[in-house]
């Protein structure tokens, strides 16, 4: 089937989806969750061979541990549409009203934006995300994952369909399109008038495509270039902390910390901890002069280092100055995603926050946090970097647009 049928399903879909209740919209997400976990043995069939390909075609370790699906990811994708169901319906939310002087009443009211396009790469959890949340948005998913992932993606789009068709919603509410061709993502990237918004999910090069490529709007979701800045008035243990979870505790995201700045004044007494607590956790730090000078472990930085988000056990460093060089470096090498400082000086922390241009900002705490879940969003369908519309974390009202509604008795303008 081609993209542009496809296209014309969901829109029908879409119909259907704007009308439904939220009561039927939960149903159909807590049968979504339970049909995971029932099946979860053909999902993580599928994904087995998907993995099994990628370590043939050498695959690095990062994409392979995105690609990979477990019992307890497959319970997580469920428990995160259990939560989703939880949340408050953000269709038909009054976002301001008045009545005017004249006595017409108007409303400013949340509606759904229609058919949401979604192209994504590696993570087959995102298929189940972003259908989840399309739909208790109240709209129709189109989802172009990677070739990768094929067949853990069409694993789950099945189970996923067969949920929503079960509950009586349409199951075109959820499709997933051909990913043996770029053909697929070309023509959804043209599919003005069927395809409401578009929404990219991955590396630099893809998400650079589709933003110069599109005519559909594009909602422009960033790579997380993030840092983590010692302040010359840190807690030293507590920083070692933030930075240890921020890098380590999963390499391959988004917001996981992809560098270091410290402060000149706490250099001596911090970076030998720190160049230690990496060599232990096996991470490779790529630092200046000035850091490489702590230990010979350390591999001298290159400029396209402090530029890179690894997504692997690597991490750029460097010492700096003052604050005001912290947030230089940021705002020449960052990537508006997520940035931290750690400091006990209260004027520190309100300078970063107001000087550094991110989605988010972390004070004393790991950039790891910048998600929808952890949020309270419940499942997110991306972290926006942009500065229209939508920014940070995407949840359930980001994927909304609004309609006036103005409701008068014979009024006419004179």
């Given amino acids: 089937m081609s993209v542009h049928e496809q296209a014309k ?14 009561a039927t919209k939960d149903t159909a997400l807590l049968a979504m969750a339970d049909a995971l976990v029932a ?50 319906d953000p269709v038909g939310e009054v976002v301001r009203g008045s009545t005017l002087p004249n006595g017409l009443e108007l409303r400013q009211v949340r509606v759904p934006f229609g058919v949401v396009g979604i192209i994504y790469e590696g993570r087959p959890n995102v298929t189940v995300d972003a259908a989840g949340i399309c739909l208790k948005s109240g709209n129709a998913a189109l989802l172009r994952g990677s070739s990768s992932a094929a067949r853990s993606n069409a694993a789950l789009t099945a189970v996923l369909r067969d949920a929503v068709a079960a509950t009586g ?5 959820i499709q997933l399109l051909d990913a043996s061709s770029r053909d697929s993502v070309k023509e959804l990237m043209r599919a003005r008038g069927l395809v409401d918004v578009l929404i990219p999910r991955g590396g630099a090069s893809l998400i650079k495509t589709v933003v110069e490529e599109s005519t559909v709007p594009v909602i422009e979701t960033g790579v997380g270039n993030c840092h983590v800045y010692v302040d010359a008035a840190a807690d030293l243990d507590k920083a070692l902390t933030v930075l240890l979870n921020s890098k380590t505790q999963r390499l391959s995201t988004c917001n996981t910390a992809e560098s270091v700045l410290v402060h000149a004044a706490v250099a001596d007494a911090f970076l030998p901890r720190a160049l230690a607590a990496f060599q ?38 460097a010492v700096v100055d003052s604050l ?36 988010a900002v972390m004070v004393n705490a790991s950039t790891r946090f ?22 940070g974390p995407m949840g359930l009202p980001e994927l909304t647009s609004t309609k006036y509604i103005v409701t008068g008795d014979g009024h006419i303008r004179s």
């Fill in 9 to 22: 399903r969901a829109r029908e879909a879409a119909a259907a989806l704007a009308t439904a209740t939220r």
């Fill in 280 to 317: 232990e956790a096996g991470v490779t730090v790529h630092g200046d002069p000035a850091v490489a000078a702590y230990s010979d472990t350390v591999v001298p930085a290159t400029e396209e280092d402090f530029g890179t988000e690894y997504l692997s056990a690597d991490i750029s460093a």
């Fill in 39 to 88: 099946r979860a043995g053909e999902i993580l069939a599928a994904n087995a061979e998907d993995v099994s390909s990628a370590r043939d075609n050498g695959l690095t370790a990062a994409i392979i541990d995105r690609l990979s699906l477990t019992e307890g990811r497959v319970e997580a994708m469920a428990g995160a549409l259990r939560e989703m169901a939880a949340l408050p």
């Fill in 324 to 359: 005001s060089s912290a947030v230089a470096h940021i705002t020449r090498y960052g990537s508006q995603h997520t940035e931290a400082i750690v400091t006990e000086s209260v004027a520190a922390a309100r300078e970063f926050v107001a000087r550094v241009d991110a989605a």
């Fill in 370 to 391: 910048t998600d929808g879940g952890e949020f309270g969003f419940g499942a997110e369908i991306g972290i926006s970097t942009q500065k229209l519309h939508a920014r």
């Fill in 169 to 173: 919603l349409p199951a075109d509410a």
